[in-house]
């Protein structure tokens, strides 16, 4: 089944790269056609995909050590957070190189925040999680605001880039985004096999011998880098790390190994098809920010798991 669905996304990947505002042709290509699909469409591709893998991976593991249906980098505030710090490095001038890490520090320093403040002796409450997640959001959006006004010549970049999207993408930046994942979803892999006890309540997995406070902590480490990397190339692409491990275990159970292979690769195709569709939606050459796709398909996706899961989560 896995070489099924891997054969699926090289397909996708390959119809994708001839989708776009030039036509070209599948049979003969001329040298601006093939500097266009091996320079800009391919690596776009590639790219798209790798930042549905690690937003889908980093969804799948919030909702497995957090126990929440509906913990995501944005319900926990990881993604809001992150993009600020972004969003700042990009304002004050700091160098490209330095917005992952800066937006890594904010992100992890807004999901920290967001786990004390929902952390009981009893264990974490998903409620007050999202509630914090909402407010963190909030609060993290009106000092973007504010430095959209304070840094007004940066304006134009800022907002194009909040509004998420693939654009300029480089081989480089792919081959760093893979790095990247390969390096979390490798740790995740090794780690499989505390992160499924932990998947339990927190008192048996104690009992069992996993260290829950430092398994988590990792967890968190790593997944927020996954979506700090991937705010800080793209801006903010919302709901994919809540719609895509949904998906997932609907058809493969909530194993930490499946979860980790089916998040990465229905991320990617979410990804590489909403991408494909902001590139065609908009006639004479126009794109549509991906990040409004994704968010239109999210916003549908989250109220139907808050009208159908409410029972459960209302009651922590």
């Known amino acids: ?63 497995l050590v957090l126990r929440n249906p509906l913990a995501d980098s944005f ?21 490209a190189g330095l917005a992952s890490p800066v937006a890594l520090a904010t992100g992890l ?64 930046k792919a081959a760093f985004a893979a790095a990247v994942f390969c390096l979390c979803a490798g740790y995740f892999r090794l780690r499989a096999h505390p992160l499924n006890i932990l998947a339990l309540d927190e008192m048996s997995a104690e009992t069992s011998g996993v260290n829950v406070r430092a398994e988590r902590m990792r967890a968190f480490v790593f997944s927020t880098a996954l979506v700090a990397v991937s705010v800080s ?12 491990p949904h998906i997932a275990r609907s058809f493969y159970g909530s194993d930490v190994r499946q979860g980790i292979f089916y998040s990465s690769v229905f991320g990617a195709l979410l990804m590489i098809t909403a991408d494909a569709v902001a590139r065609t939606v908009i006639p004479n050459g126009a794109e549509l920010p991906v990040g409004i796709v994704t968010a239109v398909l999210g916003g549908v996706f989250f109220l139907y798991m808050l009208r159908s899961r409410q029972t459960e989560m209302w009651h922590d």
């Not at 993604?79 to 990009?90: D, E, F, H, Q, Y």
């Not at 190339?233 to 895509?244: A, E, K, P, R, S």
């Open 109 to 172: 320093g807004g999901l920290m925040l967001v786990y004390g403040v929902s952390y009981r002796r009893s264990g974490i409450s998903p409620v007050t999680m999202i509630l914090a997640g909402v407010v963190l959001n909030i609060v993290a959006s009106s000092v973007i605001g504010f430095v959209k006004f304070f840094f007004e010549e940066s304006l134009t970049s800022i907002v194009f880039w909040l509004m998420g999207g693939f654009y300029m993408i480089t081989w480089a």
């Open 75 to 95: 319900t926990t505030g990881a993604a809001s957070s992150a993009a600020l710090g972004a969003v700042v490095a990009i304002a004050v001038g700091l160098p």
């Open 233 to 244: 190339f793209t801006g903010l692409i919302g709901f994919v790390g809540l719609i895509v």
């Open 1 to 63: 089944m896995r070489a099924f669905w891997l054969f699926i996304l090289l397909c996708v990947c390959a119809a994708a790269a001839f989708v776009g505002s030039t036509d070209i042709s599948h049979f003969r290509t001329d040298e601006v056609q093939r500097d266009i699909l091996l320079n800009m469409r391919m690596p776009r591709v590639v790219f798209a995909g790798l930042t549905g893998a690690m937003l889908g991976l980093s969804g799948s593991i919030y909702q």
